[in-house]
């Protein structure tokens, strides 16, 4: 009779197991958003990872990892293995990194590999119905007769819309009164309570109080009119040309991502973002205008957004929060 040796047993299918447990260890891939959940970044990451999941048969795994203006979660991107299994979905403000942080962690410009912009989304004001603004001029002339004393919510200090409403303030003569908040969240209910006279955010972020008439939409800071805010001009149809302001999304590897997995990833992305529901939640929900680039069509768009935001921190010796 054979006896059999069941531990020695056990220790061979362990070893025969061992590759495959590698395998499907590897075939996991990250979306790191440097932010936390339930923003908009985190809401298009989770959006697109089933589809790019798909595309590339693996587990998309989306993990917030925020901080420091996003930094925290860009330099983990920056610093991992560039093998085509951790990526970065990020917002307009890592445009801000290098001129808002004294000493940032990364080079945002060199330590990661672009993928592509996936679109933008344009900047609104509004107010809560029962303040005395009606349009952004009645805003700015309030803001004239006194500088600072009408006072507008934002995301934070430094975001592309606080950076806005400095631009629009400097180019009137005036100021306004700036009350930064650590969510989009926060600043809506404030300013549908009334706690601050405006709040500036993404046009999705507000769109759903717009509509349900608990703010009056002002401006937006897009080129063209939203589907979504047909009546509420634009800022040039306003008086206000040149001055316009978009959220945006884009995604990155770590520097030295081969182009092929990079190529990939592009082709998984605007295959999961033109499939029919994602398409309808981009366009619809988030009131986005789908760009879909080439990584160098990204890598172009970037520099251009890190030289005019910065420009106006560095002016303004503005400080993260």
Not at 178 to 197: E, F, K
Request: hydrophobic share 45%.
């Amino acid at each position: 009779m054979v006896r059999i040796n069941r531990r020695a047993l056990l220790g061979a299918a362990t070893l025969l197991a061992a590759p495959r447990l590698a395998a499907a260890q590897t075939n996991v891939i990250r979306i790191v958003v440097p932010f936390g959940p339930g923003g908009s970044t985190d809401a298009v990451a989770r959006l697109v990872a089933p589809g790019v999941g798909a595309k590339l048969g693996a587990t998309v795994v989306v993990e917030n990892r925020s901080g420091a203006a996003g930094s925290i979660g860009a330099d983990i991107v920056a610093k991992a293995r560039p093998d085509g299994l951790t990526w970065m979905l990020t917002f307009d403000s890592h445009a801000t990194i290098p001129a808002l942080l004294r000493n940032p962690p990364l080079n945002v410009l060199t330590d990661l590999d672009p993928v592509m912009l996936i679109g933008g989304s344009p900047y609104a004001v509004a107010c809560k119905p029962d303040k005395p603004f009606r349009t952004m001029a009645d805003a700015v002339a309030a803001a004239k007769a006194r500088r600072d004393s009408v006072s507008y919510g934002s995301t934070g200090n430094g975001t592309i819309g606080h950076l806005t409403m400095i631009q629009l303030g400097d180019r009137e003569g005036t100021s306004f009164q700036h009350v930064p908040y650590r969510s989009g969240g926060l600043a809506v209910n404030d300013a549908v309570a009334g706690h601050v006279d405006m709040m500036i955010g993404s046009a999705a972020l507000m769109l759903p109080h717009i509509a349900g008439g608990s703010l009056r939409p002002l401006m937006q800071f897009g080129p063209a009119r939203l589907a979504g805010l047909p009546d509420t001009p634009t800022s040039a149809e306003a008086g206000y040309q040149g001055l316009e302001a978009e959220a945006w999304w884009g995604v990155w590897g770590p520097r030295g991502t081969p182009p092929a997995a990079i190529a990939a990833m592009n082709a998984a992305l605007r295959e999961a973002l033109t499939e029919e529901r994602a398409r309808r939640v981009m366009t619809e929900t988030q009131q986005a205008r789908l760009v879909l680039s080439s990584p160098e069509e990204l890598r172009s768009f970037f520099a251009r957004q890190v030289e005019t935001w910065g420009a106006i921190v560095r002016a303004n010796n503005i400080q993260p929060d």
